[in-house]
């Protein structure tokens, strides 16, 4: 795992010496994610970078990567799974790889292949590529989108980087907050590819390449999660054991100590499972968080397991006095906001597992290939509910509506209010209603226009198959993957999920909706599969997953420091009702409606932009013509609702 970040210049660079110090500037700001070793490199009109943490090959895998005869030149954030056979493949057609790190693979597979490289790359990375013979860049982003790009025009220079802060800090570069991608991020908490908080800002989408030359620029979706058109057969629980054992072990081959995140549910625990089956008499520590707040608490079940497996578990305890300071730090650390609360606790998990291990397996995305969510026995039961009589279906919902709030976990009355509120839309729209952050209604109060929901997914295939593939290409690379990896490289810990090696994605997208979603059961193949390693009482209790209790602790101890936040006028800068936020407060804090997560993403936002005031010359909100130039990429044509087939697009020209 690293930070990346580069200035290539369509023409000669203007002035080198400062290119070069603005990318030293760049790596300074990703410091925290690589602090091994730091390095740059001047090829002809580009200047690339990169600061390392070391995981493989830890004695000689120096970046920028250039090679000699061509001096093309390739920097990545990640970790090359599959590298050994990428190098026997190399060397049979006489490229030898002398670096025993595994991303030196990646110069001699572009010269190979082209821009189609990237195909060939199995695990978790985010890759620039400078060919100065064409004066051609490349960047690319893995499958499920666990590593991240960013990138600006600005004038006739390309400049990219693996967060937000690296560009724009201390007036790098001149941007502007993007209102109707703030208006998404309002909806679902999160900014899904290709937006960005800045409209001069674009983030390379999972699954994505894009090639940057003098005839313009060009992208192309080179994978897709093709769980739609894929036809459903019979699993078979020994094919999947060795299929996600080898994933385990591809990911924990690595030249470091390495531990788990468990939380005591059945993903983390499953993995932390195999991944001891794979390591017998490897000393394997695992990380747990725990509340005082009973209901959100699962360290007992973590310390069962661990016990079982025969690992130490460290535990982080999480009190409301560490949410101001931390979402400050975290907000300016990586320059965008993000509205999960459990941002706060993973990093406050990352920062005290650093101190043992360069690496911690996790158990995200089985909920997404699997079939583990709520909301998916909402998909199906929708269906049905919608050919019940309009009466009915109205006093159903009033009676649904008037269940009184909780500060409980995730509870069932939450879940049957969200239910109610968007039975009546169709399928893919329904579900993003379920997971948004700020259902309509309160953000028409807070004087916001909602964008419509509307997943333009109109392709063929079962219902369950499309909301889980927008779940992960949305909500899990650009939420919980987003939120996975600047928590932990914060304090410079690599998160690997073994659930989203390849081999694992294409095993589960062949699944019947059965062995997904049967009756009121989740998950039910994975959970008969996670037999062979866990007692029952994980594999079938209740599920929880990760979660906060923010609302509890905005009536109590965060209490004055949301009001503080809410009352400085700030949201108003961006088209946000401030008395309409205090009167949901109020509502809140008067236990008349739980508003917790519209609140949290307010607050959040409202801490972000006190971030983009401090780093922003003209106040935020002032008509201005923004220095760089805005990139209107278009969608690729296999972005979800186009095109199924992996294709290219000219788009822009680079002048």
């Given at each position: 795992?690293?930070?990346?970040c580069?200035?290539?210049?369509?023409a000669?660079?203007a002035?080198?010496e400062?290119?070069?110090?603005?990318?030293?500037?760049?790596?300074q700001?990703?410091?925290?994610?690589?602090?091994d070793a730091?390095?740059?490199?001047?090829?002809?009109?580009?200047v690339?970078?990169?600061?390392?943490?070391?995981?493989?090959?830890?004695?000689?895998g120096?970046q920028p990567?250039m090679?000699p005869d061509t001096g093309?030149?390739a920097?990545?954030?990640?970790?090359?799974?599959?590298?050994r056979?990428l190098r026997?493949?190399?060397a049979?057609r006489?490229?030898?790889?002398r670096?025993?790190?595994?991303v030196a693979v990646?110069p001699?597979?572009y010269?190979e292949?082209?821009?189609?490289f990237?195909?060939?790359?199995?695990?978790?990375?985010?890759?620039?590529?400078?060919?100065?013979?064409?004066r051609?860049?490349?960047?690319?982003?893995d499958r499920?989108?666990?590593?991240p790009?960013?990138?600006a025009l600005?004038?006739?220079?390309?400049i990219?980087?693996?967060?937000?802060a690296?560009?724009v800090?201390?007036?790098?570069l001149?941007?502007?907050?993007d209102?109707?991608?703030l208006?998404?991020?309002?909806?679902?908490?999160i900014?899904?590819s290709?937006?960005?908080?800045?409209v001069?800002i674009q983030?390379?989408?999972?699954?994505?390449w894009?090639?940057?030359?003098?005839?313009?620029?060009?992208r192309?979706r080179?994978w897709r999660?093709?769980?739609?058109?894929?036809?459903?057969?019979?699993?078979?629980?020994?094919?999947?054991?060795?299929?996600?054992?080898?994933?385990?072990?591809?990911?924990?081959?690595?030249?470091?100590d390495?531990?788990?995140?468990?939380?005591?549910?059945?993903?983390?625990?499953?993995?932390?499972a195999?991944?001891?089956?794979?390591?017998?008499?490897?000393?394997?520590k695992?990380?747990?968080?725990r509340f005082?707040?009973?209901s959100?608490d699962?360290?007992?079940?973590?310390?069962a397991?661990?016990?079982?497996l025969?690992?130490d578990?460290?535990t982080v305890w999480?009190?409301p006095?560490?949410?101001?300071?931390?979402l400050?730090?975290?907000?300016?650390?990586v320059?965008e906001p993000?509205?999960?609360?459990?941002?706060?606790?993973?990093?406050?998990?990352?920062?005290?597992?650093?101190?043992?291990?360069?690496?911690?397996?996790?158990?995200e995305?089985?909920?997404e290939?699997?079939?583990?969510?709520p909301t998916?026995?909402?998909?199906l039961?929708?269906?049905?509910f919608?050919?019940?009589p309009?009466?009915?279906r109205?006093?159903i919902?009033?009676?649904?509506?008037?269940?009184?709030?909780?500060?409980?976990?995730?509870?069932?009355?939450?879940l049957?209010?969200r239910?109610a509120?968007?039975?009546?839309?169709?399928?893919v729209?329904?579900h993003?209603?379920?997971v948004?952050?700020i259902p309509p209604?309160l953000?028409h109060?807070?004087?916001?226009?909602p964008?419509p929901?509307?997943?333009?997914d109109?392709?063929?295939?079962?219902?369950?198959?499309?909301?889980q593939?927008?779940?992960l290409?949305?909500s899990?690379a650009e939420?919980?993957?987003t939120?996975s990896?600047?928590?932990?490289m914060?304090?410079?810990?690599?998160l690997?999920?073994?659930?989203?090696?390849?081999?694992?994605?294409?095993?589960?997208?062949?699944?019947?909706?059965?062995?997904?979603?049967?009756?009121?059961?989740?998950?039910?193949?994975?959970?008969?599969?996670?037999?062979?390693?866990?007692?029952?009482?994980?594999v079938?209790?209740?599920?929880r997953?990760l979660?906060?209790?923010?609302?509890?602790?905005?009536?109590?101890?965060?209490?004055?420091?949301?009001?503080a936040?809410?009352?400085?006028?700030?949201?108003?800068?961006?088209?946000?009702?401030t008395s309409?936020?205090?009167q949901?407060?109020s509502e809140?804090?008067?236990?008349?409606?739980d508003?917790?997560?519209?609140l949290w993403?307010?607050?959040?936002l409202?801490e972000?932009?006190d971030?983009?005031?401090d780093?922003?010359?003209?106040?935020i909100?002032e008509?201005?013509?923004?220095?760089a130039t805005?990139?209107?990429?278009?969608?690729?044509v296999n972005?979800?609702?186009?095109?199924?087939?992996c294709g290219t697009?000219?788009v822009?020209?680079v002048?």
């Amino acid at each position: 795992m690293c930070g990346i970040c580069g200035i290539v210049a369509s023409a000669d660079l203007a002035d080198s010496e400062a290119a070069r110090l603005r990318v030293e500037a760049m790596l300074q700001s990703l410091s925290h994610r690589g602090p091994d070793a730091v390095g740059q490199v001047t090829v002809g009109s580009g200047v690339l970078g990169a600061t390392r943490l070391a995981i493989r090959g830890l004695e000689d895998g120096a970046q920028p990567m250039m090679d000699p005869d061509t001096g093309i030149v390739a920097v990545c954030n990640g970790e090359i799974d599959n590298h050994r056979e990428l190098r026997r493949w190399l060397a049979e057609r006489g490229r030898a790889v002398r670096s025993e790190t595994d991303v030196a693979v990646i110069p001699g597979l572009y010269l190979e292949l082209g821009e189609e490289f990237v195909g060939k790359l199995v695990g978790a990375f985010a890759v620039a590529i400078w060919d100065p013979r064409s004066r051609r860049l490349i960047l690319a982003r893995d499958r499920a989108g666990e590593r991240p790009i960013f990138f600006a025009l600005n004038g006739g220079e390309i400049i990219f980087a693996t967060e937000i802060a690296a560009l724009v800090s201390r007036g790098r570069l001149p941007v502007s907050p993007d209102q109707d991608a703030l208006r998404k991020y309002l909806q679902f908490g999160i900014f899904p590819s290709p937006e960005t908080p800045f409209v001069e800002i674009q983030k390379v989408a999972p699954g994505e390449w894009i090639q940057f030359d003098a005839a313009g620029v060009r992208r192309k979706r080179y994978w897709r999660w093709h769980i739609t058109e894929t036809v459903k057969q019979p699993p078979s629980l020994d094919a999947f054991d060795q299929t996600f054992r080898d994933a385990v072990g591809r990911q924990s081959d690595v030249d470091v100590d390495f531990g788990v995140f468990l939380s005591g549910g059945m993903d983390s625990s499953l993995v932390s499972a195999v991944a001891r089956a794979q390591h017998p008499k490897r000393p394997l520590k695992a990380y747990n968080l725990r509340f005082e707040e009973k209901s959100f608490d699962e360290g007992d079940f973590a310390e069962a397991v661990a016990h079982q497996l025969k690992m130490d578990l460290v535990t982080v305890w999480v009190r409301p006095e560490d949410v101001r300071q931390e979402l400050k730090v975290l907000v300016r650390l990586v320059g965008e906001p993000l509205a999960d609360p459990a941002w706060i606790p993973t990093a406050l998990l990352a920062r005290r597992a650093a101190q043992d291990i360069r690496l911690a397996l996790v158990g995200e995305g089985a909920d997404e290939l699997f079939g583990g969510y709520p909301t998916y026995l909402g998909a199906l039961i929708a269906e049905r509910f919608a050919r019940l009589p309009a009466w009915s279906r109205f006093v159903i919902r009033r009676a649904l509506e008037a269940l009184p709030p909780t500060e409980k976990k995730v509870t069932i009355p939450f879940l049957l209010k969200r239910f109610a509120q968007g039975v009546e839309l169709e399928s893919v729209a329904r579900h993003q209603l379920w997971v948004s952050q700020i259902p309509p209604a309160l953000l028409h109060r807070l004087g916001v226009a909602p964008r419509p929901l509307d997943s333009h997914d109109t392709g063929a295939g079962h219902l369950l198959d499309r909301v889980q593939r927008w779940d992960l290409e949305t909500s899990l690379a650009e939420g919980l993957l987003t939120k996975s990896d600047r928590a932990s490289m914060s304090s410079a810990l690599e998160l690997r999920a073994p659930f989203l090696d390849e081999a694992v994605m294409e095993f589960a997208k062949s699944l019947p909706v059965e062995d997904r979603v049967r009756g009121f059961d989740t998950k039910v193949f994975l959970k008969h599969y996670a037999l062979r390693y866990l007692p029952k009482a994980i594999v079938h209790r209740r599920k929880r997953g990760l979660s906060v209790p923010i609302a509890r602790w905005l009536r109590g101890p965060l209490r004055e420091w949301a009001s503080a936040t809410l009352n400085t006028g700030r949201l108003e800068r961006v088209g946000i009702s401030t008395s309409a936020a205090r009167q949901m407060f109020s509502e809140h804090c008067q236990r008349k409606a739980d508003h917790a997560r519209t609140l949290w993403t307010l607050l959040v936002l409202s801490e972000w932009l006190d971030w983009v005031a401090d780093e922003i010359d003209s106040p935020i909100g002032e008509t201005r013509r923004p220095q760089a130039t805005p990139l209107k990429l278009q969608p690729p044509v296999n972005q979800p609702g186009l095109s199924e087939d992996c294709g290219t697009r000219r788009v822009a020209r680079v002048s």
